[in-house]
Structures are given as C-alpha cells and as structure tokens.
C-alpha cells in the first residue's frame, strides 16, 4: 500500500467518479492518436511541404498542389505505421507487461513528444522519413497499453461504452487535425508555418498526459499479476465500491482475477512474442489463434476502407467534383459526422455486442463505398449542369459510409484484443493488434496515392469488396465477447476448434463443469463458503481447461 502515492486520485475518487477520470485520461491519450493519425490528410496538400519534401509543386493553374512522386508522398505516412507504430507496439507490450500500464504509458507520452517536436521541425523529406518513425513508435507505444488499461478497470457490463467514448475524443482528434489544418489560408499560402503548426499542435496533450498520468491508479489486474495483491484489492474496491453488497462484488471479482491468473501459469509454458504468434506451449489457451484474429480483425478495419477516407479524404471529394479550394473544408465536415456517430457505438456496442456491431456496420459501409465509386464515376462522365447534383449525391454516400463506421468498427477492433488475450500476456497481445493496424495502415498509406492514380473511383471497389468479405469472417471467427468478464476468455477460447460455434458450445461446458473459477463476480453473493470457510471462487488442485470429455479421451490439439 506504501507504494499508492498520497496523490493518487484513487484516494480522492470511487466508483463511477474514478472511472471518469480513468476514462478521462485514456481519452486524451487516444485523442493524440486521432489527432496524429488525421493531421497528415491537411499536411499532404499544402504548397510548401509538397516541395520542401520533394514530391510534388503548386500549380498556379489548378490552384493546387500537383504531385510528381506519389510513392515518395505514401511513403511519408506509410513509415510511421511500418516500421514505426509496429515497432512500437512490440516495445509497448513488453514494457506494459513488466512495468505496468502506468510507467509505460509515462515513457511513450514523453517519447512521443520528442518524435513531434523533431517532426515540426523537419528541413527534407530524409528528416520527416526518420522523425516520423521516430513518432510512430512512441504512438505504437500509447495505442498497446491504453486500451488495456481501460478495459481492465471498467466492468463488464459497461466495458464497451467505457471504451467507445475514449474512440469518441479520437475523432475528435481528426476533427481538430482538420480544422488545424486549416491553417493553410494563412498569408499568402507559402509559408511553412502552415504544416509546422499543425504538427507541433500535437505536443499540448502528451504535454498534458505527462503530468497525469502519474496521479492515476495502476491496474488492479496487473497488480494481481505482480503479487502485489494489496493494492490490488483496494484499488478494486475503490472501483467498484467499499460497503454492502458492492464490497462482495469486489471481493468476487478480486478471486475471479486470482483464480484465472493462477490458471494461466499452470496451463502456459512461454510469453514471448514468437511463442504468441505460433501458439508454441500456450496449451488450452490457444494464444495463437487469438493474435491472428486480432491482427487481421485490425487489417480489415483499414481495408474496408477507413485509412484511405482519413488521409486522402481531399482526394476522394475531388473525384466527386469538389473544387480544390472546398475539399479540405468538405473533409472536416465529414470528420464532425464522423465523431458524433461514434455516439451511437457508446450506447449499443454493449447492448448488440461486438459481433452484430460488426455485421451492420460491414453491410452499410459496403453498399455505400459501392454506390460512393459509383456515383465518382457519373460525376466525371456527366454534363456540367449535372456535375454538382451527382458529385453532391457522391459525398453525402462518403459522409454516410464514414458515420457507419464510427458507429460500429472504429471501436471493436481496438476493445476486442484487450479483451481477449490472458492477464499474463494481456499487454503483448493487444500490442498484436497494434501490429494488425499498423500493417493495414501502412500498407495501404503506400498503395493509396498509386491506387487513386491508376483505378481513380475503382479504388472505392476494392474496399468495398472488403466489407463484403468481413461478414461470413466475423461470424465463422469471432467469438462473442460482450457482457463477459476479461476472465470468462479463457474458457471461450479453450476449445480446440478454429470454429465460433464450437468455441461457444465448449465454454458453455466449460462453465457448467467448472462453476467456480469465474462465476463469483456474476453470482453477487459471498466468496467465502459458510460451511468450510474457503473461498467459493479457489481453483482446485489439477484444475486444467479441458471438459470432461477431454479428460476422460485424452484427446486435445492444441493451436
């Protein structure tokens, strides 16, 4: 207990009041990544970074900046997701397993702030190649250890409106990013300070995140994790509530953490990376199989089209016969739709679930991006005096597809890796997912310029064919996670099949077998047998996550 400083607003909050400030300040952490991530979309079409970084110039005809190197332009976004978040990423779950969510998130806020502040400043384009890895880092960071430390202090029945809101401020983030940008009208248009600004902007809140973060609770769970279950428990009851029957909640969900960590030692021989990816000696908890769900739930989270919309936004509008002086304006409008959808998320994410979030939003996003390119395509061939009917029609379909998606994927592919890997390896397997966006990201930062350069609309297609394949993935792949303690994961993802319907039907045997190991924080009654005097929730010796039927067979592939 010494070692909860005497600031520490755990002391000062409980219950729903601490966990706004929790939620407070993951959400600016979250908000720098919307900002960082959206900035570029105005950066890439001012006159004097074009030529300053050497792909393109301003042509005074088009009143525009024209790119002569487009692989040169991607290349510059594309470096801070490969190798710079990826990186990040695996450095974040190695240090967010070993030094806690807190210290980490202390380290890539200042670490950040270097990579920005060398950002700003860049002179050629070898400069900004090298500081916007630099950042990408320090951002891979943040994004592998914020999400866990949310989901680890919220419950579960509200643990995906906890998070939906933080991905609110991160839209709120493009939308400031876009407005920043907006900068561009400053002077005559030449100045550096037009992109200089917007960039550094990004320093007030990590400036701000430095100095909280430090007065916030650490993670019950990784306390738990670390034997210092002292502090673990009262921050738990803290969160949750002290007296009554909120105190044997607590208690109940303090065992749940106990029990299913002490599971996990017992079931996993290795924790490292490789081991994760290839699922070598995770035994019945099938670490494999849940890194390269996330990483491909991230890659098609970007590939259904977001990332392209994001950064080349102006682009996009363009092909809708938008003028140029109007698109950046038109993408911050977007942007503002964008976020207020994200709204919608906060209220059903845990209402729906995860799964059926997905499967809406895969159908919406999909018919729109279709008639989206479309549409393109008619504005282009059409007569003048219809252009601005049908280019209009365009972008109301592009402002409808970006609202689909705040409303449903922006947020499930960020909860649901840190809601399913085990407490043990909870920080290096969100960072998987990480890995997953960054490559989505990344790949496509690269292949967008050249895309819309030599498919135009038809690039639109291409995502659209996305969404349509996102839907039989998610329901052949995903299991539900909603309304199920961090702890229950375990027993959803025991089974051996790759299969979401026998995953389900081996976690329902699972619990009716095993009642003991997760049940306590559901039942709301006492841990404690009145008869024995043991914790109901203790894990008996030879405990193992095969069913009966396992046992009694001997049969088991584990993956």
Not at 420 to 431: D, W
Request: with cysteine.
């Amino acid at each position: 207990m010494d070692r909860i400083s005497k600031f520490n607003l755990v002391h000062r909050f409980e219950k729903r009041s601490l966990l706004i400030a929790i939620n407070c300040v993951a959400g600016l952490s979250i908000f720098f990544f919307g900002y960082d991530q959206g900035v570029m979309g105005g950066v890439n079409t001012t006159r004097s970074y074009a030529e300053i970084m050497g792909f393109g110039y301003y042509n005074e005809a088009l009143g525009e900046v024209t790119i002569t190197n487009s692989l040169l332009q991607g290349g510059i976004v594309a470096v801070y997701y490969l190798p710079g978040t990826l990186c990040g990423a695996f450095l974040g779950g190695y240090l967010g397993d070993k030094y806690g969510r807190i210290n980490t998130i202390a380290i890539a806020a200042a670490w950040t702030m270097i990579g920005a502040t060398l950002q700003c400043s860049a002179q050629n384009h070898n400069w900004m190649f090298c500081t916007r890895v630099l950042t990408g880092v320090g951002t891979g960071i943040l994004n592998a250890i914020t999400p866990v430390w949310a989901t680890e202090t919220a419950e579960h029945t509200s643990r995906g409106q906890f998070v939906a809101i933080e991905f609110t401020l991160n839209i709120f983030g493009v939308v400031v990013a876009y407005w920043i940008d907006g900068t561009s009208f400053y002077g005559d248009g030449t100045s550096s300070f037009i992109w200089r600004f917007p960039i550094a902007f990004q320093i007030a809140p990590l400036l701000f995140l430095i100095g909280i973060i430090w007065f916030m609770p650490e993670s019950p769970r990784w306390l738990v994790k670390v034997g210092r279950e002292e502090e673990a428990r009262y921050i738990l009851g803290r969160l949750r509530g002290e007296t009554g029957e909120n105190l044997e909640k607590t208690e109940a969900e303090f065992q749940d953490v106990v029990n299913i960590c002490e599971v996990e030692r017992r079931t996993a021989k290795h924790q490292n990376y490789y081991h994760m990816f290839f699922g070598i000696g995770s035994g019945k908890l099938h670490t494999g199989r849940r890194v390269h769900l996330v990483v491909w739930l991230q890659i098609m989270q970007e590939w259904i089209g977001i990332a392209g919309i994001t950064v080349y936004g102006p682009t996009i509008f363009g092909l809708a016969g938008i003028s140029a002086k109007d698109r950046l304006w038109v993408t911050g409008l977007n942007d503002i739709t964008y976020m207020l959808s994200t709204l919608v998320c906060v209220f059903t994410l845990d209402r729906i679930g995860r799964r059926w979030t997905l499967y809406w939003g895969s159908m919406g996003m999909g018919i729109c991006i279709f008639i989206a390119g479309g549409l393109s395509r008619a504005t282009q061939d059409a007569a003048p005096a219809h252009k601005a009917a049908i280019g209009g029609a365009a972008t109301f379909f592009v402002f409808l597809f970006t609202a689909i998606f705040g409303a449903t994927w922006l947020t499930v592919p960020w909860l649901y890796p840190a809601e399913i890997f085990p407490l043990e390896i909870r920080a290096k397997g969100n960072a998987w997912g990480v890995v997953g966006w960054s490559i989505g990201n990344g790949w496509l930062g690269l292949l967008c310029p050249v895309m819309f350069a030599a498919l135009h609309e038809k690039t639109l297609y291409i995502f659209g064919a996305c969404c349509a394949i996102s839907i039989p993935m998610v329901w052949a792949l995903y299991p539900e996670t909603n309304q199920r303690t961090l702890e229950e994961m375990d027993l959803v993802f025991a089974s051996d099949s790759i299969w979401n319907w026998e995953a389900e039907k081996n976690f329902k045997l699972l619990k009716e077998q095993n009642p003991q190991l997760v049940q306590a924080a559901q039942r709301g009654k006492s841990v404690v047998d009145p008869e024995t005097g043991l914790r109901r929730g203790s894990v008996p010796a030879g405990f193992s996550l095969e069913t009966n039927n396992e046992k009694s067979t001997g049969y088991s592939e584990h993956k």
